[in-house]
């Protein structure tokens, strides 16, 4: 069986054959970039979808939203790289991370829950899988990814990256699911997400992690009130940034202008172009 499904693109502009040529490791091919919303709306979305359905709906949830249609909008964006080639995926997962304590060091340890297809689901769905997975992988519950964890604790420390290196070219580059060995299957899927408005911090700029393969990584920063112009007025307003790392060779200007608008509309407009709320009129 396959680790995913993957199919390779053979339509490629030249810029993507240079970019191609251009960047390999360990040549960091990183853009930054970062986003500021006004989320009004969106806060407004969140109070009202709670009185409605009694789901605690969050920032991260309208987030994985929104990604998840901009990824739709943009397939070009779904994508990987491996044996220098550019290769779509055949289906969107996107992939949280989660503060949790290590049970035997009693240190902070950040690890990773994935969701599949996206696109398809409810918000409410979205909540509750993305609730159950946090509070399994806090609890160490999850049976994947505590083999992994485990077994990783056994790797002597000089011997972790070649380690990682080597389960990323089995499960990426040759494309293998080694599920049976303890790893996951595509634990990382189409881009990263981290949410560290909760941790008070209004933007951070990540790094692209090689052994995920994710090309696409969004933080969620702080909501904050923040003056904005309206017309001729300066007026309170509320602003998220949202940042992000893509990877150059995957994704360029032109691919992020589309996500983008994608991002803005549903965050900024969510009673327009999100779900109606279980019992409006919309």
Do not use: C
Not at 55 to 82: F, G, S
């Amino acid at each position: 069986m396959k680790n995913l499904g993957l199919r390779r693109k053979r339509d490629l502009s030249p810029f993507r054959r240079t970019a191609l040529g251009t960047w390999k490791p360990p040549h960091d091919p990183s853009v930054y970039g970062a986003l500021d919303l006004r989320v009004e709306d969106a806060l407004r979305y969140l109070e009202a979808f709670r009185a409605a359905t009694g789901i605690r709906l969050t920032m991260t949830h309208l987030v994985a939203k929104a990604v998840a249609a901009a990824l739709e909008a943009v397939p070009d964006a779904n994508a990987m790289l491996r044996l220098g080639q550019l290769y779509l995926r055949d289906e969107i997962a996107l992939a949280f991370q989660v503060a949790m304590r290590d049970e035997e060091t009693g240190q902070i340890d950040l690890s990773a829950a994935k969701i599949r297809t996206p696109e398809t689901k409810s918000l409410a769905d979205i909540a509750r899988e993305l609730d159950d997975k946090f509070q399994r992988v806090r609890a160490d519950s999850d049976r994947e990814l505590s083999r992994a964890r485990g077994a990783l604790r056994h790797v002597p420390a000089p011997l972790i990256g070649a380690a990682l290196k080597a389960i990323s070219f089995a499960s990426y580059t040759l494309n293998l699911d080694l599920s049976p060995l303890g790893v996951p299957r595509d634990a990382f899927g189409s881009a990263l997400i981290t949410n560290i408005g909760t941790l008070g911090l209004s933007e951070a700029y990540p790094p692209l992690v090689p052994y995920t393969r994710a090309p696409i990584l969004v933080t969620v920063g702080a909501v904050e009130d923040t003056p904005v112009v309206e017309g001729d007025r300066v007026v309170p307003g509320k602003v998220m940034r949202i940042t992000s790392t893509f990877d150059h060779r995957v994704l360029d200007g032109a691919h992020a202008s589309q996500l983008v608008r994608v991002l803005r509309s549903r965050l900024e407009q969510p009673f327009d172009y999100l779900e109606p709320i279980p019992g409006s009129d919309g």
